[in-house]
């Protein structure tokens, strides 16, 4: 199993059993914490270099737009909230 998995396993485990929870709480905790990681592994992106200055502050801009678009729609989605 990936080590990141099994880490978010186990928080799973221990959030479920801290809460007296049953398996279906301690999925439910183990599927927000992967949703919750694949957002910060899209925030982390960051956007291409290139050598006009001019372009690449529309390259910024245009990533940063596109990656708070992409965390949004996942919280949606997924009924994320902060």
């Known amino acids: ?16 059993h801290a809460e007296n929870g049953n398996m279906p709480m301690m999925l439910e905790k183990f599927a927000e914490l992967i949703v919750r990681e694949c957002l910060n592994q899209l925030q982390e992106l960051t956007p291409l270099k290139i050598s006009n200055e001019e372009h690449q502050k529309l390259v910024d801009a245009t990533h940063i737009a596109a990656v708070s678009i992409g965390v949004a729609k996942i919280k949606q989605h997924f009924g994320v909230k902060e």
């Open 1 to 16: 199993m990936n080590k990141k998995i099994k880490e978010l396993a186990e928080q799973a485990f221990e959030s479920a």
